[in-house]
């Protein structure tokens, strides 16, 4: 019931409003759960190896709507044991949007940092270098999503971000 009062409260925020809210608990969740990213190119790095190791292929780095998946992520996160309480302090009490409008890539950017955000909470990665080349590589930190493992949350990852392989 809890889950559905979430979604429908991340439903009900404007595009911005949307972002917004996700960046926040993004960045507290960066806090709480470092994910040892640093750069842009890294997130996608981490999506691109999810995918490849999970045996999706052609999968998008980007949302077809941001702010859509914004709340989908949002939700998403709400239903986690580890942002729960945070994700119910935002959604109750959403940032306001002080700005003018928004960039394409600040949404963009703000859906991707969501997405490892989410990630994080399943699984930790690291960076290293094998046969000249960057790798991810992850690992378990709680029961996996389901039985499929790394499979399970790379369709997690599309569904959030509106893209089913």
Not at 5 to 32: C, F, N, P, S, V
Request: charged share 30%; hydrophobic share 45%; no cysteine.
């Amino acid at each position: 019931m809890a889950d559905d009062i979430h979604a429908a409260k991340a439903a009900a925020l404007a595009d911005r409003t949307a972002l917004l809210a996700l960046e926040e608990i993004t960045h507290e969740l960066g806090q709480k759960f470092p994910t040892g990213v640093a750069t842009t190119l890294q997130a996608r790095q981490v999506l691109e190896e999810l995918f490849a190791q999970a045996g999706v292929e052609d999968a998008p780095l980007r949302a077809n709507d941001p702010a859509a998946a914004a709340r989908r992520i949002l939700a998403a996160l709400a239903r986690e044991e580890d942002a729960r309480e945070l994700a119910e302090e935002v959604l109750a009490d959403p940032p306001e949007d002080d700005q003018m409008g928004g960039e394409d890539l600040a949404a963009d950017l703000t859906v991707l940092a969501g997405v490892v955000a989410f990630l994080r909470l399943h699984v930790a990665f690291r960076f290293k270098r094998e046969q000249g080349r960057n790798t991810v590589e992850f690992r378990f930190e709680k029961k996996p999503l389901s039985n499929g493992g790394l499979s399970a949350l790379a369709h997690s990852v599309l569904s959030l971000m509106n893209r089913e392989p």
